[in-house]
Every structure is written in C-alpha cells, then in structure tokens.
C-alpha cells in the first residue's frame, strides 16, 4: 500500500468535480444527463480573444514568460482595476496566475501560518475550505441563509473575530449563491476591519461582469483597508475562457511580490498564449460581456419562474453568477419506496439517478439545506431539466 502523505489524505475531493464525473460515466453508459454541476459558460470565446491567440502563435510567443505575467498584460490588468473600478495599482501589485483557483493559494500560502483563523462567508466556494487546509490555517465559517440573502452582517463578522485572525475570504457575486453585496454592506464590512488592522481580506471577484444589480462593488474602494485587501479574478467566467486558465491578484507590493517568490517555485509564469489572450479581454470594452450578461440573467428569471411551481422549494432572487441555490430540507426523510432521502448529497444521488440531472449538494458550500443548480446552459435544457426534477421530487412522500 502506498504511503500518502497527511496532507493529501486530509483533502476532500472537489464535490462539483466528483458529480460532473458520476455524470460523465452515466453518460458513458447512455444515459441522457443533463449536467448542471459546473460552473462554465456554455458561450464560445469571443473571436476577438481568439484572434489575439492566433497572432501571438504566429508572432512566436512560445517562450517563457516572466512569473508575474507578461508586463504588457498586467499594465492592460491595471488600465482595466482604473476603467472599470476605479482602483489605481501599479504592475508590479499584479501577478498573473493559471487561473483564479491560483491566485487564491498563493495568497493563503503566503500570508496564513499554521493554526491561524481564516474566517470564511458561508456557504462559500467549495475549494475555499480544503485551500485553508493546505494552508495550515484553521476556517471559522460564518454561516448567512437565505433569509439573509446569503450574506454576513458586520455584527456576524466582529463576533467571529480573534486575536487569532489572520484573514477573511468571500467571494461577490458568490458561488454558489448568486448573492452580490451593495456598497453599504461592503463599507459596514470594511468598518470592522478598521478595528482589527490584523486581518487579510480576499475578495474573490471573478464573476464581477454576470452581476445583475448594476456596478460592480469591491471593498478595495475603501481606503481604510485598501492594503489589506487582496482582489482574485480572471477571465474564465466574464469572458467564456475558463479552458485558458488565466487569472490574477492585486494587491500590496509585499504580498504580489511573495505570490511571485511562491509560484516561482510551483508553477513560474503562466501560458504565453493564453497570456497574449488575456491582453485583449483586458483591453477591451466592458460592453462586450453585456451579450452574455443578459443572456444569463434571461436564464435566471426563466428557472426562477419554473421552480416556483416546485412545491417545499425555496429560492431567493441572485443578482450575480449562474447559480440558484434552493433551499430544499422539506424533502429530507421522504422516499418514493425505495429510496430515502436524508440529507441533501441522497437529494442529488436521487435526481441524477431518477431524473437524469447532476446538481451538487449544499453541504459542498456549507450550507447543508441547500442544493446549488447552474443555468449555464441552454433555456431548452433547463426547461426539461426543472420538469424532470419536478416530476422526481412529486413522487417523494
């Protein structure tokens, strides 16, 4: 038997990874599932990054690129923070990395000793708390429902503070609930960490352009905790790139130039291609994503509007992202007569098996009332998958 180190064995398998491959191998044996476990636009990517791609490959950008990324792509990275958040960094605050899911390491292993709190916004992405793991860190979970819409208030977050805090994580607009803070619940937020100049903030923005509220709001704009905060995003969700596998950090000197030394030494800089890409997505007019906004937030309404006539189904309305995140504990302990549902991971079992539909149980995210379902996909194919799951769910008692 191989001897695996502690550190492998004590993480958890991503569960949106794991339902997207029970999924795979249904369909293998042909099954006719309907996927709505990941998160990844159904769009193309826009031509205009394409052709960015093509020119790079036939001007021989083949070379290693520096670990920071490109200087041209991280100034084109600080043009976008001034255009569209009115955020000023210099290049030498961005670090380049493959994916968000990097960007999000990095600055735990860079900043979290061992035994130090991570306070994390519940329910959360699911590679938040596994990430704390591989950061030696300990997560403290302040749980928000959806009678809250899913966020924490300041009171919440000065209760779960201690001397032990080194960080908070959140993400907004929030996988997996859609849940967008407003600017005043953001500038409430920022008033406590005044008090407690100790702790990190990592903001997790990646699905900033699918946000149906209007602005984007980041808690970067408020002065007071401006060097504290660390902004994640990419291009994966906004701009349909998410097989490209670009994001990035802003944040203080200190900590862009720590993330740089860290991924010197895992991965040193990313893809030269996808890099040159990101130049354009960068450059161009927010405008562009508007298409795909609007598209996604026609698809919100469409499922919202279907799911009513689900009955013990409770949904909130999501200003961002392509998720619902339904509250469905009233189905807990009912069967159809062969199988029990107890909790929400038997939920899903049971609709992938009964009605074809791959969803991830809430448990993923910390909230183990819920499940989360991705419109990113087709209004035809979420209007077969809500009547399969309607039917499945009538014949539980």
Known sequence: MIALSHRITQLSESETLAMARKSRELKAQGFDVINLSLGEPDFFTPTYIKEAAKTAIDENYSFYTPVNGYLELRQAICNKLKRDNQLEFAPDQIVVTTGAK???????????NPGEEVIVAAPYWVSYRDMVKLAEGEAVYVKAGIESDFKVTPEQLE?????KTRMFMFSSPCNPTGSVYTRQE???LAEVFERHPQVYILSDEIYEHI?????????AQFESVRERVIIINGVSKGFAMTGWRVGYLAAHIDIAKACTKLQGQFTSGTNSIAQRATIAAMDADPANTYLMLEKFRERRDLVLDLMKDIPGMITNIPEGAFYVFPNVKAYFGKTDGETVVKDAPDLCMYLLNKAQVALVPGDAFGDPECIRFSYATSNDLL??????????LAELK
Do not use: D, M, W, Y
Not at 159 to 163: G, K, Q, S, Y
Not at 212 to 218: L, R
Not at 383 to 392: C, P, S
């Open 211 to 219: 946000n149906f509220s209007g602005k984007h709001e980041s808690i």
């Open 102 to 112: 990097q960007a999000l390491i990095n600055a735990l292993l860079c900043l979290v």
């Open 159 to 163: 209760a779960a503070i201690t001397p």
């Open 186 to 188: 953001l500038k409430a």
């Open 383 to 392: 209007v077969e998958a809500v009547a399969r799951i309607k039917k499945a």
